[in-house]
């Protein structure tokens, strides 16, 4: 039992600072954890990791759209994209071998924190209003389809290209893009878990509430930090953040 509280315990901190700095689906780090340490079902830890989403995202969009840096009407377009296609990302990820589980996108979370780091995403709200209605609806269900189906898939890198997407083909500036991504992958997550936990059974109930429990507390520091800091700082912690996280999983699904 301590070990498995010491496991989740740390997969939450690495959790909830990528959610809370950059949104980040909770699968990228907790997935490789409790499967390289616990011995979980890569399966069942991906629906853990999900659900450990739900209330850190919900809290970090939260703490986003009390600062005024969250998109919610474009949000909903891209949610409801991305919703129906995380139940068909899910179901094509039951059919998969185990190994095959969370090794899509294992590079993206380290070469994104590079990318924050050597070129910050600098655009401004004033900027990012200049685009027409139309397009950005286009946009955004476009992004949706893409963004659910590899969330339901592996679980990990949904947050990860939604934010990509967001920031490099929306044109979101940094915090409005981080506050609209949480803000979807919040009913992204909560989706992609019951539908884990439908296919694939219940989960181990200590690691899902230690998970949960630590992603939550570290989402909400990580969230509250941003919000002050300014675009260069939150660009240059976001990037260290990614890049640290995407090396340890690296080296986790690997070594």
Known sequence: MTVKFIVCFLAGIGAGLGTGFAGMSAAAVISPMLVTFLGLPAYEAVGI??????LASAVSAYTYGKNRNLDIKNGLVMMAAVLAFTLVGSFAASLLPNTT????????????????????????KEAMNTVSRRKRFI???F???VVGFICGFVGAGGGMMMLLLLTGVLGYELKTAVGTSVFIMAFTALTGAASHFVIGGAPDLWCLIFCVLST???ARIAARFANKASAVTLNRATGVVLTVLGAAICIMNFS
């Open 49 to 54: 990791a999900l659900a450990s989403d739900v």
């Open 101 to 124: 589980m969370g090794n899509v996108s294992v590079f993206m979370t380290f070469f994104l924190g590079i990318k924050f780091i050597v070129k910050p995403v600098m655009t401004t």
């Open 139 to 141: 946009q955004s269900a």
């Open 143 to 145: 992004s949706g389809m």
């Open 216 to 218: 939550l507390l570290w």
